[in-house]
Structure formats: structure tokens, C-alpha cells
């Protein structure tokens, strides 16, 4: 069983940047896929960044070129780098994971066996 905490939330001016952190323990196996989501007050959550255990990583538009996903390995913790920060990124940010050999879409929050309760990020204008 893996249980992942998320840190690093904050409240920041428009432009700013906050780099979360997402410290898994328990078993962690090797191949992990893991993502960032967010979810806004009375918004679906919605994927943010995802990263393979082939390091490879997939972003979703609205943060493309602003945030930054990154882990060395399974075993440190997982970071989302945040630039440029607006107001519309304004949420709680969680992060999940599930076995890197699970093909489907990194959108879907259930399809996570493995999930954080989450930080919050406010960005004022």
C-alpha cells in the first residue's frame, strides 16, 4: 500500500511560483505513473501533469510552459514546479499514482489506485 502527502501550497501574488512536493511511503513499486490534479470550488478535477517511469511527461495546455513535473526516482518525492502563476490556478492540488503499465487516459482521478488529500494553492491578482 503506498500513501502519498502532498506539501508546498501556498497563497502567492499573480507571477509568482510554488514548487509542491508529494512524498509517498509504504511499498512503492518501481513503475509508477504519477500525477498532479486539481480541482477548483465547483469544478470537475482535472489533470495537470503526469510523468512516467520513463520519465516521460505529458501537460495539459493550460500549464504547458509554466509548470514543470519532475522525480528522480520512485522512491524521492515528486514535484510540481509552478511559474508564472494566475489566479485560475487557484485550487487544490493532489497528487496520485497507479502502476506504469495501466494504458488508459492520465485524466481520469479514479482510474488512481493511490491518491494524496491534497494542497491548497491560491494565486491573488
Known amino acids: 500500500q503506498v500513501q502519498l502527502m502532498e506539501s508546498g501550497g501556498g497563497s502567492v501574488q499573480a507571477g509568482g511560483s510554488l514548487r509542491l512536493s508529494c512524498t509517498a511511503s509504504?511499498?512503492?513499486?518501481?513503475?509508477?505513473?504519477m500525477t498532479w490534479f486539481r480541482q477548483s470550488p465547483g469544478k470537475d478535477r482535472e489533470g495537470v501533469a503526469t510523468i512516467r517511469s520513463t520519465a516521460a511527461t505529458t501537460y495539459a495546455d493550460s500549464v504547458k510552459g509554466r509548470f514543470t513535473i519532475s522525480q528522480d526516482n520512485p522512491k524521492n518525492p515528486l514535484y510540481l514546479q509552478m511559474n508564472d502563476l494566475k489566479p485560475e490556478d487557484t485550487a487544490m492540488y493532489y497528487c496520485?499514482?497507479?502502476?506504469?503499465?495501466?494504458?488508459?487516459?492520465?485524466?481520469?482521478?479514479?482510474?488512481?489506485?493511490?491518491r494524496g488529500q491534497g494542497t491548497q494553492v491560491t494565486v491573488s491578482s
Open positions: 509504504g511499498y512503492i513499486p518501481t513503475t509508477l505513473r
Open positions: 496520485a499514482a497507479t502502476p506504469d503499465s495501466y494504458d488508459g487516459s492520465w485524466l481520469t482521478w479514479l482510474n488512481y489506485n493511490y
